[in-house]
């Protein structure tokens, strides 16, 4: 019985390494890209391939089949998929006992999750029409992360990751104005959730950064642990102490979308998630620093300019035009002079 | 032109004499951005500050209210614009605001649907007006927020071939803002919500170069009352039910300043409250008869500030007559938060605490006269 545990552990342990390798987007990159666990039958291998997903994670004792039918099919045991940690469904979540007039939508995010642990690994259980967000959400993340899909969502999920693979592959530092120093625990967790859902930008640190407008580590006198018993409450306090007027960025025109900023000196790499379920209309984004016009890659929408672009005030302001699911928008950094 | 930012940390305004249990309040920070300069006479209050005529009829409503009469309506108008402008002829009354190549935006009200809305015959006539003096239909815009509340509403059956019908959202979503303006608005953080913003609708801010202003008279669970001020200002901005939540109001200081954002302040030349109906309980929304009542009456002016501080004592009186607990009255003890059903039910409950304090507030921003002793009504009877 010992020996069957060890066989069987083994082999988990063997599957989850390949997972892992095949999860690397290529040799030159560490971006990831998500996959989808397949349960279909080797019959629907066409579909998958006119909806342009050529890998996909399958049942170990099917990969053999579906690499015949000339697809890259990576073993994952339905096991090893419960040993990942299970993400929420993205979108916004129903509450109607909060519901209102001004009442902020509740998005479900798992954003600060992928920050948190960068190095887990994660699987979605999703329902129809939530595919391609989650597979873009991963992305923006570089989550290793596995999706199990509705089958209605077969063609736009192939649709996202065909466009997801189009995009830029090099990782860029996240850009922050809040450092954490991470003890673990759910209420800071939950915490940097809340963050995550105001926009409200943080980075993971081992020690204080001299960079970040404000650092915080739970219980130390500036902090005490009690300070995270409310995290949207302590989301909103930090956001009064850096002021908007400091914060790096701002979405105006909405408040279902999740935005992370990554960049180095010389340019920035905005990645916009749209939790609504819904087109988008006229964003209007403003980011602290003088950037030249972006260049948008909008999902669904190739060929989209920024509408209203403006330099002034030490800010860079424009309007995304129509969007759904994802964007990823690339500046440059330089622009100085005041432009309208 | 120069970008003119303005950042306000206003101490509160003094307490209206006449107000009853007002009390000084803080006005939030806040900063107003626009591109647009004020015109050399601003539309609100314009040439007439103070001055309000009021033409009343009986026959305008057929007896149960459900009927109007268009004839009588043209009348009610015909002697409101010669009694403003002082004009012998109607086209000469009109000229006084508009000129041939004007782009003419006609802000209705189209909230209060079925029952209380800027009634087409009404929008028919200003269309009608405008057109006698030299306007083409298709420099005439129609315009409301919400798509939806304008389906409704139906004004397209009632309108010359060519009049434009505008809406800057297809419903009240807030993920339609192609149709804002990004470099106009008003920016404050009410109630810690992310977006902190209210743009002006671009039509208003790019393309018309005069407003005609048609509210309705309507109780307003957050305002007290919703007239000249607050149609044309939460009518011509984004994101605004954000400033009325859990109870609270930050209409008091909100619905003025949007009023005074340039250029909505000098394009709105002409209000004309269409009071043939009214509601006085449970608005801005009339979708059952339970609370309409019926005033029978238009306002006409330019100064919306003293319209609507007619319009308060309109509302508040219908309420005392009906028994119900006045718009002034501050008291938690009529408040049920959020409770609509309870608010539908009983007239006496409200879901946030009444501010018609914000029509005096915006006389102190200079768009009017809100002192009852200062206003001059003339009243004729049709």
Known sequence: MRSLLFVLICVIAISHSEIAQRLQRDDSSSRRSPIIYWTQGVESAEALKKAGIEQICVSPDK???????????????????????????????????????TSRPWIDANGWRFIRNPSGKFYYELPAGKAALAAAEAFVYNGEAILKIDQADLEESGKMLNFLRSLPQENLPPIADIAIIDDGSPSTGEVMNLLSRRNLLFRIVKTQ?????????????????????????????????????????????NEVVIC????????????????????????????????????????????????DYLVAGGATEFTVPKMRSYAMLELSRGITKKTK | MERRDFVKLLAAAPIAPGVRSEKPRQIPRHKIVTNYKPAAVPG????????????????????????????????????????????????DAWRRFIKPDDVV????????????????????????????????PQQIYIY??????????????????????????????????????????????????????????????EKLTKIINIPNIKDHGATGATGCLKNIAYGGFSNVARTHFQGVSHTYWFVGTLA????????????????????????PFAETLK????????????????????????????????????????????????????????????????????????????????????????????
Not at chain 2, 307 to 312: C, E, F, P, S
């Open chain 2, 260 to 283: 005074s954002v340039e250029p909505i302040r000098s394009r709105t030349v002409l209000q004309i409250m269409d009071g043939l109906r009214g509601v006085w309980h449970a608005g």
């Open chain 2, 44 to 91: 609100m209050p314009g040439p007439y500050p103070g001055k309000v005529i009021k033409v009343k009829s009986a026959k305008c409503l057929s007896e149960n209210g459900e009927q109007i009469d268009a004839g009588v309506v043209r009348e009610m108008m015909e002697r409101g614009m010669l009694a403003l402008t002082g004009e012998k002829k109607l086209v």
């Open chain 2, 291 to 382: 609370y309409v009542f019926y005033p029978r009456q238009m306002l006409f002016g330019t100064d919306p500030v003293a319209i609507d501080r007619l319009l308060l004592d309109i509302i508040d009186d219908e309420r005392k007559a009906r028994g119900a607990s006045s718009i002034w009255d501050r008291s938690e003890k009529y408040l049920k938060i959020d409770d609509v059903r309870a608010r539908d039910a009983d007239p006496d409950v409200n879901i946030i605490i009444r501010e018609p304090g914000h029509v005096k507030y915006a006389s102190t921003l200079g768009l009017g006269v809100a002192d009852l002793n200062r206003i001059r009504v003339k009243e004729i009877e049709v």
């Open chain 1, 63 to 101: 990969v053999d089949s579906w690499r015949a039918a000339g697809l890259n099919a990576i073993p994952a045991s339905p096991p090893e998929i419960e040993q990942r940690e299970k993400l929420l469904v993205p979108g916004i979540a129903r509450r109607p006992n909060i519901a209102g007039a």
């Open chain 2, 144 to 205: 409301e927020r919400f798509q939806n509340q304008l389906n409704e509403a139906n004004y397209a059956p009632h309108l010359p071939e060519g009049v434009n019908i505008f809406a800057a959202e297809g419903a009240n979503r807030r993920l339609d803002n192609s149709n804002y303006d990004p470099l106009t608005y008003v920016e404050s953080d009410l109630f810690g919500e992310e977006d902190t913003r209210s743009n002006m609708i671009r039509l208003i801010s």
């Open chain 1, 209 to 253: 950064s001299p960079r970040a407008l404000v650092n915080i580590k739970f219980g130390t006198k500036e902090y005490p642990a009690s300070a995270a018993a409310d995290p949207s409450a302590f989301a909103q306090k930090l956001r009064r102490r850096i002021t908007d007027e400091r914060r790096t960025l701002r979405i105006y025109g």
């Open chain 1, 260 to 307: 992370r900023l990554t960049g180095d000196g010389s340019r920035a790499r905005l990645q916009l998630l749209n939790y609504s379920g819904r087109e988008i209309d006229g964003m209007r984004v403003r980011l602290r620093g003088n950037y030249g016009k972006p260049e948008l890659k909008i999902f669904g929408y190739p060929n989209s300019e920024p509408d």
């Open chain 2, 105 to 136: 935006g006609i802000k209705v009200n189209a909230g209060g649907r079925p029952w209380v809305i800027s009634s087409p015959p009404v929008v028919a006539e200003v269309v009608r007006n405008l057109m006698e003096i030299g306007v083409k």
